[in-house]
Protein backbone atom coordinates (compact mmCIF):
# COMPACT_ATOMS: atom_id res chain seq x y z
CA UNK A 1 0.00 0.00 0.00
CA UNK A 2 2.08 2.53 -1.27
CA UNK A 3 -0.59 5.49 -0.03
CA UNK A 4 0.68 4.67 3.97
CA UNK A 5 4.21 5.22 2.62
CA UNK A 6 4.80 8.90 2.96
CA UNK A 7 1.90 9.19 6.58
CA UNK A 8 5.07 6.51 7.78
CA UNK A 9 7.93 8.72 6.94
CA UNK A 10 6.54 11.63 7.86
CA UNK A 11 5.68 10.02 10.88
CA UNK A 12 9.14 8.65 11.75
CA UNK A 13 10.58 12.46 10.82
CA UNK A 14 7.86 14.25 13.32
CA UNK A 15 8.94 11.76 16.35
CA UNK A 16 12.71 11.93 15.46
CA UNK A 17 12.03 15.90 15.77
CA UNK A 18 10.10 15.62 18.59
CA UNK A 19 12.71 13.26 20.23
CA UNK A 20 15.44 16.56 19.45
CA UNK A 21 13.31 19.07 20.77
CA UNK A 22 12.65 17.51 24.07
CA UNK A 23 16.80 16.73 24.09
CA UNK A 24 17.20 20.22 23.79
CA UNK A 25 14.55 21.16 26.09
CA UNK A 26 16.30 18.56 28.93
CA UNK A 27 19.70 20.83 28.41
CA UNK A 28 17.78 23.90 28.78
CA UNK A 29 16.38 22.59 32.08
CA UNK A 30 19.72 21.12 33.25
CA UNK A 31 20.99 24.99 32.85
CA UNK A 32 18.07 26.72 34.76
CA UNK A 33 18.38 24.15 37.87
CA UNK A 34 18.86 25.33 41.44
CA UNK A 35 23.38 24.80 41.25
CA UNK A 36 22.93 22.42 44.72
CA UNK A 37 20.67 20.23 41.97
CA UNK A 38 23.17 20.50 39.29
CA UNK A 39 25.90 19.26 41.88
CA UNK A 40 24.00 16.49 42.89
CA UNK A 41 23.50 15.12 38.86
CA UNK A 42 26.82 16.04 38.52
CA UNK A 43 28.22 14.21 41.38
CA UNK A 44 25.99 11.08 40.26
CA UNK A 45 27.94 11.09 36.87
CA UNK A 46 31.21 11.39 38.75
CA UNK A 47 30.38 8.70 41.30
CA UNK A 48 29.60 6.49 38.56
CA UNK A 49 30.12 6.52 34.42
CA UNK A 50 33.06 9.28 35.29
CA UNK A 51 35.05 7.48 38.39
CA UNK A 52 37.39 5.02 36.64
CA UNK A 53 38.65 8.17 34.99
CA UNK A 54 39.07 10.05 37.88
CA UNK A 55 40.70 7.10 40.02
CA UNK A 56 42.87 6.78 36.79
CA UNK A 57 44.32 10.67 37.56
CA UNK A 58 44.22 10.07 41.08
CA UNK A 59 46.54 6.99 41.09
CA UNK A 60 48.42 8.74 38.36
CA UNK A 61 48.81 11.93 40.95
CA UNK A 62 49.59 10.27 43.55
CA UNK A 63 52.88 7.49 41.63
CA UNK A 64 53.81 11.30 40.31
CA UNK A 65 54.32 13.03 43.91
CA UNK A 66 56.04 9.91 45.23
CA UNK A 67 58.23 9.26 42.60
CA UNK A 68 59.26 13.20 41.27
CA UNK A 69 59.03 14.86 44.52
CA UNK A 70 60.62 12.50 47.17
CA UNK A 71 63.43 14.60 47.92
CA UNK A 72 61.66 17.86 47.71
CA UNK A 73 59.21 16.36 50.63
CA UNK A 74 61.69 14.89 52.36
CA UNK A 75 63.55 18.52 52.90
CA UNK A 76 59.79 19.89 53.47
CA UNK A 77 59.36 16.76 56.86
CA UNK A 78 62.99 18.14 57.63
CA UNK A 79 62.19 21.88 57.72
CA UNK A 80 58.83 21.36 59.62
CA UNK A 81 60.35 18.84 62.01
CA UNK A 82 62.58 21.88 62.95
CA UNK A 83 59.99 24.19 62.88
CA UNK A 84 57.94 22.01 65.21
CA UNK A 85 60.90 21.55 67.90
CA UNK A 86 61.80 24.92 67.97
CA UNK A 87 58.10 25.56 68.78
CA UNK A 88 57.13 23.03 70.91
CA UNK A 89 58.84 24.74 73.90
CA UNK A 90 56.29 27.93 72.91
CA UNK A 91 53.45 25.26 72.75
CA UNK A 92 54.16 24.13 76.69
CA UNK A 93 54.68 27.63 77.83
CA UNK A 94 51.38 28.66 76.30
CA UNK A 95 49.39 25.45 77.39
CA UNK A 96 50.38 26.49 80.99
CA UNK A 97 49.52 30.27 80.80
CA UNK A 98 46.23 29.38 79.48
CA UNK A 99 45.61 26.59 82.09
CA UNK A 100 46.35 29.25 84.57
CA UNK A 101 44.15 31.87 83.07
CA UNK A 102 41.52 29.28 83.06
CA UNK A 103 41.09 29.48 79.03
CA UNK A 104 39.53 26.60 77.06
CA UNK A 105 42.22 24.91 74.81
CA UNK A 106 42.46 26.55 71.17
CA UNK A 107 40.74 24.65 68.48
CA UNK A 108 43.54 23.56 66.06
CA UNK A 109 42.69 23.00 62.71
CA UNK A 110 42.84 19.51 61.27
CA UNK A 111 44.95 18.97 58.03
CA UNK A 112 43.82 16.56 55.39
CA UNK A 113 46.20 15.92 52.56
CA UNK A 114 44.81 16.12 49.41
CA UNK A 115 45.72 15.45 45.48
CA UNK A 116 44.58 17.19 42.91
CA UNK A 117 42.56 16.05 40.51
CA UNK A 118 41.67 18.04 37.38
CA UNK A 119 38.67 17.02 34.73
CA UNK A 120 40.36 19.67 31.75
CA UNK A 121 37.55 19.57 29.47
CA UNK A 122 35.82 22.19 28.57
CA UNK A 123 33.49 24.55 31.42
CA UNK A 124 35.76 22.52 34.09
CA UNK A 125 38.18 25.66 34.60
CA UNK A 126 38.29 27.03 38.64
CA UNK A 127 36.89 23.34 39.67
CA UNK A 128 39.26 21.13 41.09
CA UNK A 129 38.20 17.60 42.34
CA UNK A 130 40.13 16.20 45.66
CA UNK A 131 40.65 12.79 46.89
CA UNK A 132 39.14 13.43 50.65
CA UNK A 133 35.94 13.78 51.41
CA UNK A 134 33.32 13.59 54.64
CA UNK A 135 34.95 10.12 55.77
CA UNK A 136 37.99 12.21 56.15
CA UNK A 137 36.08 15.09 58.18
CA UNK A 138 35.97 17.09 55.35
CA UNK A 139 33.03 19.67 55.24
CA UNK A 140 31.77 22.45 52.40
CA UNK A 141 33.58 25.77 52.97
CA UNK A 142 37.01 23.97 54.27
CA UNK A 143 39.45 26.31 53.01
CA UNK A 144 42.09 24.73 50.89
CA UNK A 145 45.66 25.97 50.86
CA UNK A 146 49.04 25.14 49.61
CA UNK A 147 52.52 25.17 50.63
CA UNK A 148 52.58 28.69 48.94
CA UNK A 149 48.79 29.95 50.50
CA UNK A 150 45.45 30.30 49.62
CA UNK A 151 43.87 27.74 47.40
CA UNK A 152 40.29 28.13 47.30
CA UNK A 153 37.45 26.41 49.50
CA UNK A 154 35.18 23.17 49.21
CA UNK A 155 32.29 23.18 47.81
CA UNK A 156 30.69 19.89 47.62
CA UNK A 157 31.31 16.93 49.87
CA UNK A 158 31.14 13.25 48.59
CA UNK A 159 32.05 10.24 51.18
CA UNK A 160 35.66 9.96 49.52
CA UNK A 161 35.95 13.14 47.43
CA UNK A 162 35.29 16.59 47.01
CA UNK A 163 34.38 19.28 44.80
CA UNK A 164 36.91 22.49 45.56
CA UNK A 165 36.86 26.25 43.00
CA UNK A 166 39.68 28.05 43.68
CA UNK A 167 40.14 31.26 43.53
CA UNK A 168 39.76 32.35 39.85
CA UNK A 169 36.15 31.22 40.14
CA UNK A 170 33.91 34.03 40.39
CA UNK A 171 32.03 33.88 43.37
CA UNK A 172 35.59 33.23 44.79
CA UNK A 173 35.18 35.96 47.58
CA UNK A 174 37.59 35.93 50.97
CA UNK A 175 38.16 39.44 54.28
CA UNK A 176 41.54 39.66 53.80
CA UNK A 177 43.91 42.92 54.90
CA UNK A 178 47.85 43.40 55.40
CA UNK A 179 50.23 42.14 57.55
CA UNK A 180 50.15 45.25 60.09
CA UNK A 181 46.16 44.91 60.47
CA UNK A 182 46.10 48.76 58.53
CA UNK A 183 43.80 47.73 55.87
CA UNK A 184 41.07 45.81 55.78
CA UNK A 185 39.37 44.88 52.41
CA UNK A 186 37.53 42.17 49.93
CA UNK A 187 39.58 40.55 48.02
CA UNK A 188 38.15 39.15 44.32
CA UNK A 189 39.43 37.71 40.85
CA UNK A 190 39.76 39.61 37.72
CA UNK A 191 39.85 37.21 34.45
CA UNK A 192 42.17 38.33 32.23
CA UNK A 193 42.08 37.39 28.13
CA UNK A 194 44.11 34.43 28.92
CA UNK A 195 43.12 31.57 31.92
CA UNK A 196 47.15 32.65 32.70
CA UNK A 197 46.39 36.63 33.03
CA UNK A 198 43.46 35.71 35.76
CA UNK A 199 44.49 37.77 39.04
CA UNK A 200 43.10 39.09 41.92
CA UNK A 201 42.09 42.61 42.96
CA UNK A 202 42.07 43.56 47.01
CA UNK A 203 39.05 45.83 47.05
CA UNK A 204 37.68 48.22 49.59
CA UNK A 205 40.68 49.68 50.89
CA UNK A 206 40.31 52.98 52.43
CA UNK A 207 41.45 55.78 50.47
CA UNK A 208 43.67 57.43 52.91
CA UNK A 209 45.56 54.08 53.28
CA UNK A 210 48.02 53.73 50.48
CA UNK A 211 49.84 50.06 50.40
CA UNK A 212 53.53 49.32 48.46
CA UNK A 213 54.03 47.08 46.08
CA UNK A 214 55.10 43.49 48.00
CA UNK A 215 53.09 44.24 50.53
CA UNK A 216 51.88 40.42 51.59
CA UNK A 217 48.45 40.30 52.11
CA UNK A 218 46.67 37.62 54.13
CA UNK A 219 42.96 36.53 55.01
CA UNK A 220 41.58 38.49 57.70
CA UNK A 221 39.50 35.20 59.81
CA UNK A 222 36.26 37.04 59.04
CA UNK A 223 34.18 34.38 57.19
CA UNK A 224 35.17 30.96 56.22
CA UNK A 225 38.72 31.59 56.08
CA UNK A 226 41.15 31.38 59.48
CA UNK A 227 42.72 34.74 59.75
CA UNK A 228 47.03 34.81 58.19
CA UNK A 229 46.78 32.54 54.97
CA UNK A 230 48.49 34.14 52.10
CA UNK A 231 46.26 35.20 49.74
CA UNK A 232 48.76 37.03 47.48
CA UNK A 233 51.09 40.74 47.79
CA UNK A 234 50.51 43.40 46.21
CA UNK A 235 51.53 44.36 42.64
CA UNK A 236 50.16 47.81 41.49
CA UNK A 237 47.44 50.40 42.40
CA UNK A 238 43.89 48.97 40.31
CA UNK A 239 41.59 51.71 40.30
CA UNK A 240 40.42 54.82 42.91
CA UNK A 241 37.50 56.20 43.88
CA UNK A 242 38.00 59.58 45.00
CA UNK A 243 37.93 59.99 48.34
CA UNK A 244 36.46 56.53 48.94
CA UNK A 245 38.28 53.35 48.39
CA UNK A 246 41.27 52.12 46.65
CA UNK A 247 41.53 49.05 44.98
CA UNK A 248 45.41 47.16 44.26
CA UNK A 249 46.16 44.46 41.73
CA UNK A 250 47.74 41.42 43.86
CA UNK A 251 49.89 38.65 42.57
CA UNK A 252 48.53 35.62 44.37
CA UNK A 253 49.63 33.53 46.34
CA UNK A 254 48.81 30.11 44.71
CA UNK A 255 48.91 29.72 40.64
CA UNK A 256 46.02 27.13 40.56
CA UNK A 257 47.33 25.04 37.39
CA UNK A 258 50.20 24.27 39.33
CA UNK A 259 48.78 23.13 42.43
CA UNK A 260 49.44 19.03 42.35
CA UNK A 261 48.49 18.67 46.01
CA UNK A 262 46.95 20.69 48.90
CA UNK A 263 45.82 20.69 52.33
CA UNK A 264 42.15 21.26 53.55
CA UNK A 265 41.52 22.52 56.82
CA UNK A 266 39.06 20.47 58.49
CA UNK A 267 37.44 21.01 61.93
CA UNK A 268 37.83 18.04 62.97
CA UNK A 269 39.60 19.22 65.64
CA UNK A 270 36.78 21.13 67.05
CA UNK A 271 33.94 19.29 66.92
CA UNK A 272 31.98 20.86 69.97
CA UNK A 273 31.43 23.60 67.24
CA UNK A 274 34.27 25.53 68.79
CA UNK A 275 35.46 28.86 66.72
CA UNK A 276 37.99 28.39 63.76
CA UNK A 277 41.56 29.57 65.01
CA UNK A 278 41.17 32.38 63.28
CA UNK A 279 38.08 33.84 65.11
CA UNK A 280 39.41 32.99 68.41
CA UNK A 281 43.28 33.63 68.35
CA UNK A 282 44.91 36.07 66.02
CA UNK A 283 48.28 34.32 65.05
CA UNK A 284 47.11 31.31 64.56
CA UNK A 285 49.05 31.22 61.00
CA UNK A 286 51.26 33.69 61.75
CA UNK A 287 54.60 32.40 60.44
CA UNK A 288 53.36 29.54 57.85
CA UNK A 289 53.01 31.50 55.21
CA UNK A 290 54.49 35.14 55.39
CA UNK A 291 56.45 36.52 58.40
CA UNK A 292 54.78 37.68 61.53
CA UNK A 293 54.53 41.46 61.79
CA UNK A 294 57.11 43.23 64.30
CA UNK A 295 54.24 43.64 66.73
CA UNK A 296 51.40 41.24 65.73
CA UNK A 297 48.26 43.84 64.81
CA UNK A 298 50.38 46.65 66.31
CA UNK A 299 48.29 49.95 67.09
CA UNK A 300 45.97 50.90 64.61
CA UNK A 301 46.46 54.59 64.61
CA UNK A 302 44.81 55.97 61.40
CA UNK A 303 45.63 59.81 61.91
CA UNK A 304 45.59 60.81 58.27
CA UNK A 305 41.53 59.78 57.97
CA UNK A 306 39.21 61.38 58.69
CA UNK A 307 37.17 60.39 61.55
CA UNK A 308 39.79 57.64 61.77
CA UNK A 309 39.92 54.80 64.09
CA UNK A 310 42.09 54.71 67.36
CA UNK A 311 42.57 51.15 68.60
CA UNK A 312 44.48 50.74 72.53
CA UNK A 313 47.59 48.52 72.58
CA UNK A 314 47.55 44.97 72.42
CA UNK A 315 43.64 45.20 71.28
CA UNK A 316 42.95 43.66 68.08
CA UNK A 317 40.76 45.96 65.94
CA UNK A 318 37.46 44.64 64.68
CA UNK A 319 37.40 45.10 61.11
CA UNK A 320 33.70 46.41 61.08
CA UNK A 321 34.43 49.20 62.80
CA UNK A 322 37.54 50.45 60.90
CA UNK A 323 36.38 52.43 57.39
CA UNK A 324 36.38 50.22 54.12
CA UNK A 325 37.48 47.23 56.13
CA UNK A 326 35.56 43.80 54.29
CA UNK A 327 32.93 42.24 56.36
CA UNK A 328 32.55 38.39 56.88
CA UNK A 329 33.41 36.04 53.60
CA UNK A 330 31.44 33.86 51.48
CA UNK B 1 34.48 -0.33 1.83
CA UNK B 2 33.73 0.40 5.53
CA UNK B 3 33.50 -2.09 7.88
CA UNK B 4 30.53 -0.48 9.68
CA UNK B 5 30.28 -2.73 13.16
CA UNK B 6 34.16 -2.02 13.32
CA UNK B 7 33.61 1.53 12.36
CA UNK B 8 30.92 2.11 14.78
CA UNK B 9 32.96 0.22 18.03
CA UNK B 10 35.64 2.58 17.15
CA UNK B 11 33.38 5.94 17.21
CA UNK B 12 32.36 4.77 20.01
CA UNK B 13 35.76 4.45 21.72
CA UNK B 14 36.45 8.04 20.65
CA UNK B 15 34.59 9.38 23.59
CA UNK B 16 35.77 6.83 26.06
CA UNK B 17 39.48 7.67 24.53
CA UNK B 18 38.24 11.71 25.05
CA UNK B 19 37.58 10.96 28.92
CA UNK B 20 41.15 8.94 29.26
CA UNK B 21 43.30 11.68 27.82
CA UNK B 22 41.20 14.74 29.52
CA UNK B 23 40.00 13.14 32.68
CA UNK B 24 42.52 10.07 33.50
CA UNK B 25 45.52 11.44 31.93
CA UNK B 26 45.06 14.97 33.02
CA UNK B 27 46.36 16.02 29.69
CA UNK B 28 43.44 19.03 29.32
CA UNK B 29 43.79 21.12 26.79
CA UNK B 30 46.56 19.33 25.10
CA UNK B 31 44.66 16.41 24.00
CA UNK B 32 42.32 16.63 21.52
CA UNK B 33 38.56 17.28 21.01
CA UNK B 34 37.68 13.35 20.40
CA UNK B 35 34.41 14.01 22.51
CA UNK B 36 33.24 16.41 19.48
CA UNK B 37 34.66 14.02 17.02
CA UNK B 38 33.04 10.57 18.06
CA UNK B 39 29.92 12.62 18.44
CA UNK B 40 29.70 13.98 14.49
CA UNK B 41 30.79 11.06 13.10
CA UNK B 42 27.89 8.79 15.05
CA UNK B 43 25.52 11.61 14.12
CA UNK B 44 25.76 10.53 10.61
CA UNK B 45 25.15 6.90 11.13
CA UNK B 46 22.27 7.51 13.45
CA UNK B 47 18.93 9.16 13.51
CA UNK B 48 18.33 12.86 14.27
CA UNK B 49 16.74 11.76 17.74
CA UNK B 50 19.54 9.24 18.49
CA UNK B 51 21.61 11.66 17.44
CA UNK B 52 20.80 14.07 19.55
CA UNK B 53 19.78 11.54 22.75
CA UNK B 54 23.87 11.12 22.60
CA UNK B 55 25.19 14.08 22.29
CA UNK B 56 23.15 14.79 25.09
CA UNK B 57 24.52 12.06 27.42
CA UNK B 58 28.09 12.83 26.04
CA UNK B 59 27.76 16.57 26.93
CA UNK B 60 26.07 16.20 30.54
CA UNK B 61 28.91 13.57 31.25
CA UNK B 62 31.41 16.71 30.32
CA UNK B 63 29.23 19.07 32.14
CA UNK B 64 30.12 16.91 35.43
CA UNK B 65 32.84 18.82 35.75
CA UNK B 66 31.73 21.94 34.77
CA UNK B 67 30.79 24.06 38.46
CA UNK B 68 30.10 27.19 36.01
CA UNK B 69 28.25 26.32 33.15
CA UNK B 70 26.56 22.90 34.15
CA UNK B 71 24.33 22.01 30.95
CA UNK B 72 26.02 24.05 28.39
CA UNK B 73 27.93 21.39 27.26
CA UNK B 74 24.77 19.27 27.20
CA UNK B 75 22.90 21.69 25.12
CA UNK B 76 26.24 22.47 23.21
CA UNK B 77 26.41 18.49 22.06
CA UNK B 78 22.86 18.19 21.45
CA UNK B 79 22.34 20.81 19.03
CA UNK B 80 25.71 19.37 17.42
CA UNK B 81 24.41 16.16 16.96
CA UNK B 82 21.30 17.46 15.21
CA UNK B 83 23.17 19.07 13.22
CA UNK B 84 25.47 16.94 12.47
CA UNK B 85 22.53 14.19 11.75
CA UNK B 86 20.95 16.22 9.50
CA UNK B 87 23.88 16.96 7.89
CA UNK B 88 23.37 13.83 5.67
CA UNK B 89 20.85 15.35 3.56
CA UNK B 90 22.82 18.33 2.72
CA UNK B 91 25.97 16.86 2.30
CA UNK B 92 26.89 13.24 1.00
CA UNK B 93 30.41 12.78 1.08
CA UNK B 94 33.49 10.06 1.64
CA UNK B 95 36.31 11.70 0.49
CA UNK B 96 39.39 12.92 2.95
CA UNK B 97 38.57 16.54 2.38
CA UNK B 98 35.43 16.55 3.26
CA UNK B 99 35.90 14.52 6.38
CA UNK B 100 38.59 17.13 7.39
CA UNK B 101 36.11 19.56 6.34
CA UNK B 102 33.01 18.34 8.38
CA UNK B 103 34.83 17.76 11.51
CA UNK B 104 37.26 20.92 11.64
CA UNK B 105 33.69 23.07 10.95
CA UNK B 106 31.95 20.68 13.65
CA UNK B 107 34.65 20.89 16.40
CA UNK B 108 34.56 24.92 16.00
CA UNK B 109 30.91 24.86 16.23
CA UNK B 110 30.90 22.96 19.34
CA UNK B 111 33.29 25.46 20.85
CA UNK B 112 31.32 28.08 19.46
CA UNK B 113 27.91 26.95 20.72
CA UNK B 114 29.32 26.03 24.26
CA UNK B 115 30.66 29.77 24.56
CA UNK B 116 27.18 31.47 23.28
CA UNK B 117 25.16 28.85 25.98
CA UNK B 118 27.94 29.56 29.01
CA UNK B 119 27.23 32.49 31.11
CA UNK B 120 29.25 35.67 31.29
CA UNK B 121 31.46 33.86 34.44
CA UNK B 122 32.88 31.18 31.80
CA UNK B 123 32.83 33.56 28.35
CA UNK B 124 36.22 34.92 27.77
CA UNK B 125 36.58 37.30 24.97
CA UNK B 126 34.89 36.41 21.50
CA UNK B 127 37.89 37.25 19.41
CA UNK B 128 40.43 34.38 21.56
CA UNK B 129 37.81 32.40 22.05
CA UNK B 130 36.17 32.13 18.21
CA UNK B 131 38.99 33.26 16.31
CA UNK B 132 42.54 31.53 18.16
CA UNK B 133 41.42 28.94 19.91
CA UNK B 134 38.40 27.86 18.77
CA UNK B 135 40.08 27.11 14.96
CA UNK B 136 43.21 26.12 16.23
CA UNK B 137 41.41 23.21 18.93
CA UNK B 138 39.35 22.61 15.79
CA UNK B 139 42.68 21.45 13.67
CA UNK B 140 43.97 19.81 16.49
CA UNK B 141 40.84 17.38 16.86
CA UNK B 142 40.06 17.29 13.34
CA UNK B 143 43.82 16.11 12.17
CA UNK B 144 43.79 13.84 15.47
CA UNK B 145 40.64 12.07 14.35
CA UNK B 146 41.07 11.60 10.67
CA UNK B 147 44.79 10.08 11.81
CA UNK B 148 42.97 7.83 14.55
CA UNK B 149 40.67 6.16 11.66
CA UNK B 150 42.72 6.20 8.81
CA UNK B 151 45.80 4.38 11.15
CA UNK B 152 42.72 2.22 12.45
CA UNK B 153 41.86 1.14 8.85
CA UNK B 154 37.97 1.63 9.42
CA UNK B 155 38.20 4.95 7.21
CA UNK B 156 38.80 4.32 3.50
CA UNK B 157 38.01 5.53 0.21
CA UNK B 158 35.64 3.41 -2.12
CA UNK B 159 37.72 2.16 -4.74
CA UNK B 160 34.12 2.20 -6.95
CA UNK B 161 33.74 5.84 -6.30
Known amino acids: MSSFEPDQFESRGRREWVLSLFFIALSGLLIALPSPAQEQVAGVFRGTVLAPFIFLQESLSQARVRAAEMAELQMQLDAATAALSAQRTLLDENQRLRALLELRGRAGPGFQSASVIRAGTRGSESMILLDVGRDDGVQVWDPVVSAEGLVGVIREVGPSTSVAMDWTHPDFRVSAMTLDGTAFGFVEPRHGAFREEDRLLLNGVPYYTTLEEGTAVVTSGRGVYPRGILVGVVESLAEIEAGWRRGYWLVPAVRPAAVTHVLVMTTEASPSGDPRPGEEGMDAFWGLWADPPPDTLAPLVETDIPGGVEVDPGVSPDPDTIPGSGGPGP | ?161
Open chain 2, 1 to 161: MRRLGFYRTILCLLPVLHFLLHVGFGMGRGAPDLLAVGLLLLAREVRTGTAAGIGFFLGLLEDAFSLLAFGANALACTLLGVLGSRSRELFVGESLLFLVSYLLLGTWLRAALHWVVAGDDVRRDATQALLIEGPMDAVYAALVGVLILLVTGVWRRDPSM
